[in-house]
Every structure is written in structure tokens, then in C-alpha cells.
């Protein structure tokens, strides 16, 4: 078993930034990908970035430069700076973890950007 834990969002105006962070505890092994999900009222839940046991990152086209993904050496904390918000990126972020003994999700943190 794995828990996530997200904290660090907020309300935020158009421009500002802010930094999530994902603790996770429990058996971390055998990890495939760690990785920051987001979804906004009435749409599909979407990959905004995610970070491969190699180290190799990845990113939505839509926050590419804006957006980075971090983490701790032991993969016990997980982190997602934004900055540059804009409205769009108003949704809860979810944390996931995908490894080799399962996919988990953390409950997610909400993020609104807005003047």
C-alpha cells in the first residue's frame, strides 16, 4: 500500500505561483512514475506532468515552461511548481503514483486561479 498526501493549493491570482507537494508513505518500491494529474469541473481527468524512475520528465503541452516537477532523493515527496497561472489551470490536482506493485492516487488539492 501506498498514501498520498497532497498539500499546497489555494487561490491564486492570474500570474502568481504556487509549489504542491505529495508526501507518500507506505511500501514505495519498484516505482514506474510519479506523477501530478489535474481535473476541472466537467472535464476528463489530465496528465499535467509526471517524473520516470530514470529522471526523465514530461509535460502537458498546455503548462510546458510553467510547470515543473520535482522530487526528494528517497521518492517520499513529490512536488509540482507552478507559475504563471493562468484561469485555466483552475482544477484539483491529484497525485499518482504508478509502480510496480499498483497505482495509486492521492485525494487531491484544489488549485483557483482568479482575480
Known amino acids: 500500500q501506498v498514501q498520498l498526501v497532497e498539500s499546497g493549493g489555494g487561490l491564486v491570482q492570474p500570474g502568481g505561483s504556487l509549489r504542491l507537494s505529495c508526501a507518500a508513505s507506505?511500501?514505495?518500491?519498484?516505482?514506474?512514475?510519479m506523477n501530478w494529474y489535474r481535473q476541472a469541473p466537467g472535464k476528463q481527468r489530465e496528465l499535467v506532468a509526471g517524473?520516470?524512475?530514470?529522471?526523465?520528465?514530461n509535460y502537458a503541452d498546455s503548462v510546458k515552461g510553467r510547470f515543473t516537477i520535482s522530487r526528494d532523493n528517497t521518492w517520499n515527496t513529490l512536488y509540482l511548481q507552478m507559475n504563471s497561472l493562468k484561469p485555466d489551470d483552475t482544477a484539483v490536482y491529484y497525485c499518482?503514483?504508478?509502480?510496480?506493485?499498483?497505482?495509486?492516487w492521492g485525494q487531491g488539492t484544489q488549485v483557483t486561479v482568479s482575480s
Open positions: 499518482n503514483y504508478d509502480g510496480y506493485n499498483g497505482n495509486y
Open positions: 507506505g511500501i514505495i518500491r519498484s516505482i514506474k512514475s
Open positions: 517524473v520516470s524512475s530514470g529522471g526523465s520528465t
